[in-house]
């Protein structure tokens, strides 16, 4: 198993672009997150889902859309790439629901928007 | 929501000396409480976990106490190794529905030969 792949691994933006960051996962998760990473910030949650066609917000969603059409898949759009958009972005994938189930998490994409 | 603050930022120790982290939540209702650990240019890690049910939790030098009533909970490591060092996050939730954890800021633990 590959676990958690995130793609790209590092990406340079231009502001008021827009891009997306690839999540997939092989262990047959149901539950799928997005979080940024900020100097000092602690890890945030941005979106989440509980299964293919189901998403919600977690804790700073603006700025960022999300899809759930597979169990594998869970991409991270940002439609007009902003300069506080710039951080460390990490995939996660769980069983069941987040709560009480251990988050597998990818090595993270590290983003500049210039 | 729930918030959890974590103590230090950073900490530094002497290979073989041990560390401790500490972690505050707010809602009274987190009842999960995992531990992660993050090394240079990877994603977090589960380490360690711990139920309410439970006061205290080891596995090798690794240990995770929880105060209930004061709402906070420890990561304690012995006999620190070298990798060791990395981030440390505490998180918490409730075990229940569609409930999300909560992480605090991390701790940088620097552990010197």
């Known amino acids: 198993n590959a676990g958690v792949t995130q793609t790209p691994k590092f990406q340079v933006l231009k502001t008021g672009q827009s891009m997306t960051l690839q999540c997939a996962q092989d262990?047959?998760?149901?539950?799928m997150s997005w979080y940024r990473q900020d100097p000092g910030m602690g890890l945030r949650l941005i979106h989440y889902s509980v299964g293919a066609g189901i998403t919600d917000q977690g804790e700073v969603p603006n700025g960022y859309n999300v899809s759930r059409s597979t169990t594998e898949d869970f991409p991270l759009r940002l439609l007009s790439a902003a300069p506080s958009q710039t951080s460390v972005y990490f995939c996660?994938?769980?069983?069941?629901?987040?709560?009480?189930?251990?988050?597998?998490f990818g090595d993270g994409t590290r983003l500049s928007i210039l | 929501g729930e918030n959890v603050e974590q103590h230090p930022s950073t900490l530094s120790v002497q290979e073989g000396d041990s560390a401790v982290i500490k972690c505050t939540y707010s809602?009274?209702?987190?009842?999960?409480f995992p531990w992660y650990k993050q090394e240079l240019g990877k994603g977090p890690q589960l380490i360690i976990d711990?139920?309410?049910?439970?006061g205290e939790k080891k596995d090798q030098r690794i240990a995770v106490t929880l105060n209930k009533t004061a709402k906070h909970f420890s990561l304690h490591i012995t006999e620190t190794q070298p990798e060791d060092s990395a981030v440390y996050f505490c998180?918490?939730?409730?075990?229940?529905?569609?409930?999300?954890?909560?992480f605090g800021k991390g701790t940088m633990l620097l552990v010197s030969p």
């Open positions: 809602d009274s209702a987190s009842n999960y």
């Open positions: 996660a994938s769980s069983y069941r629901t987040g709560a009480g189930q251990p988050q597998h």
């Open positions: 998180a918490a939730t409730r075990l229940s529905g569609y409930s999300t954890l909560t």
């Open positions: 262990m047959n998760h149901e539950y």
């Open positions: 711990i139920r309410s049910n439970v």
